[in-house]
T-cell receptor
Framework: AQTVTQSQPEMSVQEAETVTLSCTYD???????LFWYKQPPSRQMILVIR??????QNATENRFSVNFQKAAKSFSLKISDSQLGDTAMYFC?????????????FGPGTRLSVLP | GAVVSQHPSWVICKSGTSVKIECRSL??????MFWYRQFPKQSLMLMAT?????????EQGVEKDKFLINHASLTLSTLTVTSAHPEDSSFYIC????????????FGPGTRLTVT
């Protein structure tokens, strides 16, 4: 069974600074996808970034980037130039594609507060 | 982008009554939909996987007779909480998969259920 661990229940960062959220996972699969989702106070789940395990290059989306270490089974999210709107719960998730019987596995989440 | 709606966004019902929550994919056909439950300050917990035209697959510990799921069409799945009790109060989120993008999962905005 796949598991996802986020060891930081809460974090805070000053506006405009950089913060890194940690995520580790456990799987015996070789082909999978990793995601970071943001859940603001509205509780709508918003996709932040996606990484395909077979791609060595780290995914980047504007101020968001990941450090994907496949051998270490680590998938951290770096937020640069933090903004007040980044305040939210952040969930790391794992998914095996083309297997409709298996869903995403979510980590417990990290609550990020961006301070003015 | 792919949009998933949920209705209602919030509902209050009395203990012992049933309540139905609808999940619709608005601009794509979803062969698979998922239902999650989220308690305050916790992660998403998968309740069941719903495939169009077939019976839902429930996760271990989820009462299939209490949480009835129907996926009658490619754009609609419903979750009915039967004989609701206060402990069923929670935030329910649905998501849907587009077969054309199997690595994606599109989330609805969620439904807050309060049982009094």
């Amino acid at each position: 069974a796949q598991t996802v661990t986020q060891s930081q229940p809460e974090m805070s960062v000053q506006e405009a600074e950089t913060v890194t959220l940690s995520c580790t996972y456990d799987t015996s699969e070789n082909n999978y996808y990793l995601f970071w989702y943001k859940q603001p106070p509205s509780r709508q789940m918003i996709l932040v970034i996606r990484q395909e395990a077979y791609k060595q290059q780290n995914a980047t989306e504007n101020r968001f980037s990941v450090n994907f270490q496949k051998a270490a089974k680590s998938f951290s999210l770096k937020i640069s130039d933090s903004q007040l709107g980044d305040t939210a719960m952040y969930f790391c998730a794992f998914m095996i594609p083309y297997n409709y019987g298996q869903n995403f596995v979510f980590g417990p989440g990290t609550r990020l507060s961006v301070l003015p | 982008g792919a949009v998933v709606s949920q209705h209602p966004s919030w509902v209050i019902c009395k203990s012992g009554t049933s309540v139905k929550i609808e999940c619709r994919s608005l601009d794509f056909q979803a062969t698979t939909m998922f239902w999650y439950r989220q308690f305050p300050k916790q992660s998403l917990m998968l309740m069941a996987t719903s495939n169009e035209g077939s019976k839902a697959t429930y996760e271990q510990g989820v009462e299939k007779d209490k949480f009835l799921i129907n996926h009658a069409s490619l754009t609609l799945s419903t979750l009915t909480v039967t004989s609701a009790h206060p402990e069923d109060s929670s935030f329910y989120i649905c998501s849907a998969r587009d077969p054309k993008a199997p690595y994606e999962q599109y989330f609805g905005p969620g439904t807050r259920l309060t049982v009094t």
